[in-house]
Nanobody, 126 residues
Framework: QVRLVESGGGLVQAGGSLRLSCLVSGRTGDLGAMAWFRQAPAKEREFVAAINRSGDEIVYADSVKGRFTISRDNAKNTVYLQMNSLQAEDTAVYYC???????????????????WGQGTQVTVSS
């Protein structure tokens, strides 16, 4: 069994920054690709960023490219999302997702992830 717990969300003014963390516990030995998704009110959940198992392959949604940075610390079983220059449109619940098949490449569609956190709220005031 595995558990993903996000933290770091909150209320921030437009132009500000937040750093989200997602701690994975349980079957961490099988941890592979990871990703962040978000869901804004009345919208479908969408992809934000993904990172492969070793951390040397990364992909971002166009809407966050240049402002957000995904990283991971495999020794701590944690993936991070540094969010800078936040905008009102970034307001959403942010979810981390993890692959537990030791997949070494990138995964960035929701159906490819079986393991999800409970989400953390990010609210950007304009």
């Amino acid at each position: 069994q595995v558990r993903l717990v996000e933290s770091g969300g909150g209320l921030v003014q437009a132009g500000g920054s937040l750093r989200l963390s997602c701690l994975v516990s349980g079957r961490t030995g099988d941890l592979g690709a990871m990703a962040w998704f978000r869901q804004a009110p009345a919208k479908e959940r969408e992809f934000v960023a993904a990172i492969n198992r070793s951390g040397d392959e990364i992909v971002y949604a166009d809407s966050v490219k240049g402002r957000f940075t995904i990283s991971r610390d495999n020794a701590k079983n944690t993936v991070y999302l540094q969010m800078n220059s936040l905008q009102a449109e970034d307001t959403a619940v942010y979810y981390c997702a993890a692959d537990l098949t030791r997949f070494p490449g990138l995964l960035y569609t929701q159906r490819e992830f079986a393991n999800w956190g409970q989400g953390t709220q990010v609210t950007v005031s304009s």
